[in-house]
């Protein structure tokens, strides 16, 4: 099958996936916190970031060969972290992390992943990013380092914007418990969606393998603290410092949108800031990314990842234009996995991969960065008459 011709969206294969995926499992992925209004904030933000389409080019040649922290990637776009990836489907983290590394694009593991980075790390060819949730123990610390470094971790993503656990409403109502476990509830959910739970039944429940060696996760916990939750703290600045001195790979800080805060984590020896909101999965009341990107942009002469909101090639054109180096998508990942399986991560590459050629064209450029000050917001008063 031909599959674009049936999935031409991320929201193509975000449906496919609600319908494969028991709605406990899909509701933690699919929704934000609150009211859900950042994530919406989010959307909008994007949507207002505009191009004026240039003509009399000739024939395109875009290349979208992009360096990044002393690799080269072959788009200007990557796999961000997804906690529990392997609940949404069985695997997800391997298919992911392998198709990565063929296809020269970064992937990140997440700290809550279901995969351990033992398992993970040998897939990304030493090209690993590990996203780290702080974890208070100085020993649990310095053994997580080790174990990243001896698998073949390069870049360590400290997470700075979860200092408390979100309520994730709609993740409760859905039915998600901690640790995972079959209730009659789930069950039901499961008996509705048989291709995920066959594959569920051949790999067994999912655990946080990252984290198995320091804690239980047998405990029945609220159903938005996982083990996670248990080993975690929040990081303050001297936290910062400590993984600076202790992690001698790259360092990104994720979570950042106030242009003070990106001055001094330059200062503090950071290799690279990521603007985020979280998919708007933590902090309702938070701007969209995407307006804090440029703010961002001018306090920091280092790289700057993006993501939030993003669902096209389109998207990532309009955060490259407005000062990022590399943008992350999270959530399309797995919905292109729980979609297509083994088929879905190539296909979702191939996907943004047209996009951006399609959109791009429109825009007499050959090269993403080159759009950097040709975005127009949407205000009446900006746009042409």
């Known amino acids: 099958m031909d599959h674009h011709s049936r999935y031409l969206t991320v929201e193509d294969l975000r449906r496919r996936a609600r319908a494969r995926v028991p709605h406990f499992a899909f509701a933690y992925l699919d929704t934000a916190t609150g009211t859900g209004a950042a994530a919406r904030r989010n959307r909008d933000g994007l949507d207002r970031v505009r191009f004026m389409p240039s003509i009399l080019h ?203 805060d990106a001055t001094r984590l330059e200062a503090e020896g950071a290799d690279a800031l990521w603007v985020s909101t979280h998919g708007g999965r933590q902090f309702d009341g938070s701007p969209a990314a995407i307006d804090c990107l440029p703010a961002v942009r001018a306090a920091t002469a280092l790289p700057i990842l993006f993501d939030s909101g993003i669902e096209g090639g389109l998207d990532v054109l309009r955060a490259i234009s407005l000062g990022a180096d590399m943008v992350m998508l999270g959530r399309a990942w797995l919905y292109a996995v729980c979609a297509l399986g083994e088929d879905g991560p190539a296909h979702l590459t191939e996907l943004l991969y047209r996009d951006l050629i399609a959109n791009i064209g429109q825009l007499g450029a050959s090269r993403a960065e080159a759009l950097r000050g040709h975005a127009i917001f949407a205000n009446p008063r900006a746009l042409p008459g």
Request: proline share 10%.
């Open 58 to 260: 000739g024939e395109p040649a875009p290349d979208f060969e992009t360096p990044f922290l002393g690799h080269s990637y072959a788009l200007p776009l990557g796999m961000a972290p997804v906690g529990q990836s392997g609940l949404l489907w069985p695997g997800a983290e391997r298919m992911l992390a392998g198709h990565a590394h063929k296809a020269r694009l970064p992937y990140c593991l997440s700290n809550v992943a279901n995969a351990a980075p033992e398992e993970i790390g040998p897939l990304t060819g030493g090209r690993g990013w590990f996203q780290l949730y702080p974890p208070r123990d100085e020993a649990i610390r310095l053994d997580m380092l080790k174990r990243l470094r001896d698998t073949g971790f390069d870049t360590l993503v400290f997470t700075v914007d979860v200092p408390v656990a979100a309520r994730r409403e709609a993740q409760v109502r859905g039915g998600l418990v901690q640790p995972p476990r079959l209730t009659p509830r789930i069950l039901l959910q499961c008996l509705r969606t048989p291709a995920w739970s066959l594959a569920r039944a051949r790999a067994g429940m999912p655990r946080m393998e990252t984290l198995m060696k320091y804690a239980d996760d047998d405990t029945p916990r609220d159903p938005t603290k996982h083990v996670g939750y248990l080993l975690r703290t929040a990081p303050d600045w001297s936290y910062l410092g400590w993984l600076r001195r202790h992690w001698t790979g790259k360092l990104i800080v994720k979570g950042v949108l106030k242009p003070e």
